[in-house]
């Protein structure tokens, strides 16, 4: 499939970027709700080629960032007991907790374990039936599927020495909270996406017509993220606010019915706190009741965490869009990926992380 | 961690009750469950997160995408404006 390649194509790039110039007479500021688009849009220096004034302000969809750090420390917690095999997505490891991280309790000695998919960690609970093994269930719609289905397949298989630390959050509560905010700024939203394949678009109409925000959704590549910031634009300059499917090759109006209905059965809504920004009502998924008996929070009766945060870090403002990310006295100082004093500095989708892999020595020059 | 990426399906089969299938991702093959794009077939694109795949590919409109991109950098050159 050729067309993969050219997506990255540079001449066409060229004339997005020209498009947008042209279509632009006012400031803008607007909104990449996923930390995928972050990362992307630092990386190729997006941002750079807009027109002074036209503004990206980075939206708190990177995961790991946004779990709250009460469930990081149950999952130290956890990952420290004997007997425990403690599997993960790489990128939690760093994480910092109130006291360590996840690598810390494994250098003590803690089985914790790094997987590609959570069936991974489903397959080693079958290889290892005198064991607990715990899988750290975090991310959005877009990985929700993925951990809906392991714990589906436990529970068919009757695998009893299986369970999920579930820290599921939900987009669309997120972009009401992020306009419900006194401080917000965001004009238009670039909505997630993958986030969109799973669930569809039906959810972002009720939100463009409440807050009068365009909502665009946005693929990956430069060339998608060029094309999702010139519909953007010419909405705006237009006056309008609706909700756009940039991606189509990827996401269907309807979403995906299966994953869907998967989720459906497994999930339930609930509040969820998000780490830095709070509790957002309705903004999460936790195991519904017929899975209950497969919630690591309930098989491990974790109690007596006092949360600490690290009192110089403002991640919470980076990820709202208050502050960009050099703005904080830590970043690249005492803040670095392999000290991190945030989250926002662990994950390669977070803000923090993203200028320092791709911009640090630019800031430095301007300082 | 919420990159998902596109990936050609080689060869699908069934494992405890799921479809699954070989995935090849510019080289490098992994295991991927097929249990949400139950039609995809061998030869398919589907995007691929966390082992699962989550949408098949639609060519078509990746096609008509950069198609739009096109014409819009054609318009521009023959008129000399910008179509808003
Ligand atoms: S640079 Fe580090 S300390 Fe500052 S906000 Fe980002 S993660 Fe927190």
Redesign the interface.
Known sequence: MKYLDEFGNPVLAKRLVEQIHAATTRPWAMMEVCGGQTHSIIRHGIDQLLPDGVEMIHGPGCPVCVTPLEIIDKALAIAAEPGVIFCSFGDMLRVPGSGQDLFGVKSAGGDVRVVYSPLDALKIARENPDRQVVFFGIGFETTAPANAMTVYQAKRLGVTNFSLLVSHVLVPPAIAAIMESPACRVQAFLAAGHVCSVMGIREYPPLAARYGVPIVVTGFEPLDILEGIRRTVVQLEAGRHDVENAYPRAVRDEGNPAAMAMLQDVFEVTDRTWRGIGMIPGSGWRLSSRYREFDAERRFAVTGIQTNESPLCRSGEVLQGLIKPHECAAFGKQCTPRNPLGATMVSAEGACAAYYAYRRLDLVQLS | ????V?G?IVSIAEA???PMAEVDFGGVR?DV?L????DATAGE?V?V????A??V???E??????AN??K??IL?EEFG??P?
């Open positions: 961690m919420c990159l998902a596109p050609r405890d009750g799921v992994k469950c249990q949400y794009v139950p694109y995007v997160h966390v082992g699962f989550i949408q590919l639609d060519e409109s990746a096609r008509q995408t950069l991109f096109e819009m950098g521009e404006e910008v808003r």
